[in-house]
Nanobody, 121 residues
Framework: VQLMESGGGSVEAGGSLRLSCVVS?????????MGWFRQALGKEREVVTL??????IFYDDSVKRRFTISQENKTRLYLQMNSLKPDDTAIYFC????????????????WGQGTQVTVSS
């Protein structure tokens, strides 16, 4: 299984970035969770947004109305990030899983290597 993120970078506050994740070597038919997580320096990894069972979408309150998750055929996952804030600075990870525990890191079977997003004020 391989997940490869791209699209990170450095932007000023208020700017936008679009993250992409390519998923390969996974049993797509059994995918229940496709998510984006982030980990800021010195903090634990946290869920940002996900597409779960029945294509239900969850957004953390901190990114609602600013971030949008989408996917294509369970092989590509995207995260459109608008109105970025310095607090959004973190390494962003995409992940896929077959469990129903989509809001938790342990609900995922495979992870990308992460892509850095830095937002300056």
């Amino acid at each position: 299984v391989q997940l490869m993120e791209s699209g990170g970078g450095s932007v000023e506050a208020g700017g936008s970035l679009r993250l992409s994740c390519v998923v390969s070597g996974y049993t797509y038919a059994m995918t229940n969770c496709m998510g984006w997580f982030r980990q800021a320096l010195g903090k634990e990894r946290e869920v940002v947004t996900l597409i779960g069972i029945g294509d239900n979408i969850f957004y953390d309150d901190s990114v609602k109305r600013r971030f949008t998750i989408s996917q294509e055929n369970k092989t590509r996952l995207y995260l459109q990030m608008n109105s970025l804030k310095p607090d959004d600075t973190a390494i962003y990870f995409c992940a896929v899983g077959r469990s129903s525990l989509c809001r938790y890191t342990w609900g995922y079977d495979a992870w990308g290597q992460g892509t850095q997003v830095t937002v300056s004020s």
